[in-house]
């Protein structure tokens, strides 16, 4: 191959992989935006049951029940104004705990429960040592109690 | 700036400054790493997985960074003709794109066990993969031009029109709904508590001055191949 | 989930690409300038 050849070739290539970034950025971005829902989006939508869709949302305080399997929970996936109660089978991902955020793909049951194929559990920014989150938990419920006293 | 321009003097400031970089960055990084590991406090939601921080973060920013400096280079390239320049330029391509390489792995292994997933399509990741496929692009695109010339210009306005997608990189947690959390580190503050704060700072700063070592081995590695290559045309016209 | 291998395998990943980025630079750097040192040497 003449360096010329060469070189045209290889320009090629930079030229489709920027392309092909590109699409790829765009496709991702617009396929998520199609199939998201939150409780609120959701409960609006009447989505048939047994459809592939994806429920964000936070995992309410208090909601996560685990069966005695020990693989099954059942949780209420909430936003502002509504709740949606969520069932999974499987190893939840370490940050998923009540309160925090969690997207989950499935599909509706026709008694309206979200069956979860997977469970994605979001991290907020904060990093603390679990010592001192321990202190920190420990410090908010004995102001709480003082108050309610 | 054009004090630099001349090669020798370069050469005379970069041979003693790489082994002093590469070692001070060495020693810093090991620190880092043996501090992470082994003196870090437990997380208190993802437990251990919390010490991939400290190989994540500096990458991430290397990634990041390389690419910034390949921007400017560029464009002091193109406007000042600095002879050194677009050499820099191509120095930082594939250090860069190991450290994006590193960046997306490592956070890859990290999201199974936290998030619950090797990956997701968001903006953070994609933008970041992005970046990846750009070093591949514009190292390309180096290789196939020749050092002078027209050719090595389409390779420094590429690195400019690529830089791009660093602020989209940097803003993608804030323009979309992403799995990827918000910035820990802003100006206003860290939201990462000290106990990981310090190791991570001293791996980003070792791993920075590797880097800076790594950049000066391949300038010093183009500059003597320039020389090999002027010296062959002299003797065959000789 | 156990935790330590997705940490070892992190470090591993970083530690090799450091390394062969590391070890091939410098390997490259050394043959190119002791040939351009020769060839000075020789004209």
């Known amino acids: 191959m003449k360096p010329k050849h060469q070189r045209l070739l290889l320009a090629l290539i930079a030229v489709v992989a920027l392309v092909s970034a590109g699409l790829i950025a765009a496709s991702a971005l617009r396929e998520e935006a199609s199939y998201f829902y939150t409780p609120t989006t959701l409960a609006a939508a009447n989505v048939p049951p047994g459809k592939a869709i994806r429920l964000g949302g936070m995992v309410q305080k208090g ?22 109660k969520v069932a999974y089978r499987g190893i939840t991902p370490d940050l998923f705990v009540e309160g925090s955020g969690v997207v989950a793909d499935g599909r509706l049951r026709p008694d309206r429960v979200f069956v979860a194929e997977s469970l994605l559990a979001k991290h907020d ?11 920190d938990m420990t410090a908010a419920e004995n102001t709480q109690n003082t108050v309610s006293q | 700036m054009h004090r630099f321009a001349n090669p020798a003097r370069f050469l005379r400031i970069a ?4 082994p002093a970089l590469f070692w001070l960055g060495l020693l810093l990084t090991l620190i880092a790493c043996i501090w992470g590991l082994f003196f870090t406090p437990t997380e208190r939601l993802m437990g251990d997985t919390v010490k991939i921080l400290f190989v994540h973060v500096p ?10 400096g390949i921007a400017i280079a560029s464009i002091v390239q193109l406007v000042w003709r600095h002879p050194l320049a677009g050499v820099a330029a191509r120095a930082i391509a594939v250090p860069g794109a190991t450290f994006a390489a590193i960046c997306l792995i490592t956070g890859s292994i990290w999201g199974r066990p936290t998030w619950g997933t090797w990956w997701v399509w968001d903006g953070r990741l994609t933008s970041m993969l992005v970046l990846f496929f750009l070093y591949l692009g514009y ?3 180096s290789n196939a031009s020749s050092e002078k010339g027209d050719t090595s210009r389409v390779a420094a306005v590429f690195g400019v029109i690529g830089a791009v997608n660093i602020p989209i990189i940097n803003r993608s947690v804030v323009w979309w709904e992403s799995q990827h959390q918000k910035a820990s580190i802003t100006l206003g503050g860290s939201s990462i508590d000290t106990a990981y704060l310090v190791p991570l700072f001293i791996a980003v700063v070792g791993f920075s001055l590797l880097f800076g070592a790594l950049v000066l081995m391949r300038m010093r590695t183009a ?5 090999i290559e002027a010296r062959m045309r002299r003797m065959a016209q000789g | 989930m156990p935790h330590a291998p997705f940490i070892i395998a992190s470090f591993a990943v970083t530690g090799v690409f450091m390394t ?4 091939s630079s410098y390997l490259s750097m050394r043959r190119a300038e002791a040939s351009a040192d020769a060839l000075r040497e020789q004209s």
């Open chain 2, 139 to 141: 190292i390309a695109l």
């Open chain 2, 15 to 18: 041979k003693p400054l790489t």
């Open chain 1, 63 to 84: 909601s996560i029940v685990r069966a005695a399997d020990g693989v099954s929970i059942t949780f209420i996936v909430q936003d502002q104004e509504r709740s949606q």
């Open chain 2, 223 to 227: 500059l003597a191949e320039m020389r």
């Open chain 1, 125 to 135: 920014e904060n990093y603390v040592p679990k010592e001192l989150a321990d202190i």
């Open chain 3, 20 to 23: 062969w980025l590391i070890v």
């Open chain 2, 59 to 68: 990458s991430a920013w290397l990634g990041m960074g390389g690419w910034t």
